[in-house]
Each structure stands twice: as structure tokens, then as C-alpha cells.
């Protein structure tokens, strides 16, 4: 899946739509795909490590940590095209933070690009 690239503000922070509000903001947010995918417009790979999330009303935006306050990697999900959701909890050797999974499903096009339609690709956010 290729997902959008985001503008970060020049203190690294994701610019927001109009009328669009910021509701959670994750650290140590690795984002997995279901086979390779990545940004638009950067490389691809299985896996884009040490980001952070950002959980708003229209969007899941994943921002490259390493990168910013430049956008890197950074990207984001809209979230009318998320068909389901599930959550999945380790625990290791650290009980006290155990490592949750959130595995998103999400409508794409043929293009591969988020969607409001019928075909559905997986996404993990760890």
C-alpha cells in the first residue's frame, strides 16, 4: 500500500485540515505493512521503524522521527478508508510496557492507494 505523504510544520508537527482535531499522539510507533509498501514519493519497504503516531479526526498520521523536523517518511491514513481494526497485546520480559499491535484493514484502490472501496489490504501499527 503507498500512503500519502504528510506536511509537518517546521517544529515537526503535522499541518491539520481545517476543522480537524488532534486526539492522541503515540511514541515508538513502528508501521508495518502487509507485504512492501511506504510513502508516496520515498522508498519502499515491509517496515518503517522509531516514528510516532498522531490520531485525529480525519486521519492516522505516522511521523518519521529520524527525518523531522523535515517529513521524511512521515504519511497518513485517512480514516474513511479503515474497513476493520484489531488489537493485539505481548507481553515479554517487560510486563509493565507490553508491546500492542493495532492491525488496521484498509480499503485501497488498484493503484494500491487508500480508498473508500471494496478492496482491503492490511496495515500494522506497533
Not at 505523504?5 to 515508538?28: F, H, N, Q
Not at 491514513?77 to 493485539?88: G, M, N, Q
Amino acid at each position: 500500500m503507498i500512503l500519502p505523504k504528510v506536511e509537518l510544520t517546521p517544529s515537526g508537527r503535522p499541518k491539520l485540515a481545517t476543522g480537524e482535531i488532534e486526539r492522541v499522539l503515540l511514541d515508538k510507533v513502528d508501521l508495518e505493512f502487509d507485504g512492501v509498501g511506504g510513502t508516496e514519493g520515498c522508498q519502499t519497504a515491509e517496515r518503517y521503524q522509531n516514528g510516532y503516531m498522531v490520531a485525529t479526526s480525519h486521519r492516522l498520521i505516522w511521523i518519521d522521527a529520524a527525518a523531522t523536523p523535515n517529513s521524511g517518511r512521515s504519511c497518513h491514513l485517512p480514516v474513511d478508508s479503515i474497513h476493520s481494526t484489531r488489537k493485539h497485546v505481548q507481553y515479554g520480559l517487560n510486563l509493565i510496557s507490553p508491546k500492542v499491535r493495532l492491525e488496521v484493514k484498509v480499503f485501497v484502490d488498484l493503484g494500491s492507494k487508500p480508498t473508500t472501496s471494496k478492496y482491503t489490504y492490511s496495515l500494522h501499527m506497533i
